[in-house]
């Protein structure tokens, strides 16, 4: 069976939210943990963790979970940097990665698990996740598209590799509107630990 891994991506600046975001608490852990937890218990094979401002202290809350991680030199690139270095990590065995934000620990596990089949079932080489006609995250790409992912415009970022090879796209549709959701500032930050839904 092809390996799937999960690329997190836990190495951005939080410069909206003014403190590093992923150690913030959340529902008992920290935000990262909460991403990492997620993955782990997913249908993934195994699990990255793409690291960059503040990797030190991140390290220190995840060194006992079952994740490997690597260090974007380039983090203040900005995101597609650190899918960059998440691809780049991967070995050859895998087929794909789960691309899934740090910010976002109120995804649930079967949406991971619901793109992961989707892929099995129609071979496409990107699936995206789609709530009431809006595309959200995480998004599976195929290893193939590596070197693509390299070659793009990173104030586009990976919405332009979705365009570029449209055909290749399968969206996916999921009762899931967290992953329209992510935690960039201190106000989405409150409204996610506020929520009662």
């Known amino acids: 069976m092809a390996e799937i891994w999960a690329v997190i991506l836990a190495g951005g600046e939080s410069k ?3 403190t590093p ?3 913030l608490p959340f529902k008992g852990k920290t935000i990262i943990e909460k991403v990492i937890e997620t993955a782990v218990s997913s249908d993934v094979d195994k699990t990255v963790v793409v ?11 995840i060194a006992d979970m079952p994740v490997m991680h690597c260090y974007n030199d380039n983090y203040k690139q900005g995101m ?3 899918v960059i270095c998440g691809f780049r990590s991967l070995p050859e065995s895998c087929e794909g990665a789960i691309i899934c934000q740090g910010d976002q620990p109120m995804i649930p596990a079967h949406v991971v698990n619901t793109l992961i089949n989707s892929w099995r079932k129609s071979g496409k080489g990107i699936v995206i996740p789609v709530f009431e006609e809006k ?8 290893r193939k598209y590596i ?4 070659k793009l415009n990173p104030d586009e970022g990976l919405r332009s590799l979705t365009v570029k ?3 290749d796209v399968l969206e996916v549709e999921v009762k899931t509107p967290e992953i329209l959701r992510d935690i960039d500032t201190k106000e989405d930050y409150h409204n996610e630990i506020n929520r009662t839904d």
Do not use: T, Y
Request: charge should be positive; charged fraction near 30%; aromatic fraction near 6%.
């Open 16 to 18: 909206r939210m003014k």
């Open 21 to 23: 975001k992923m150690l």
């Open 51 to 61: 690291l960059g401002a503040g990797h030190d202290e991140i390290l220190r809350i």
């Open 80 to 82: 597609l940097s650190s």
């Open 135 to 142: 595309r959200g995250h995480p998004i599976f790409i195929a």
């Open 147 to 150: 070197n693509e992912i390299e």
């Open 165 to 167: 090879f449209r055909d």
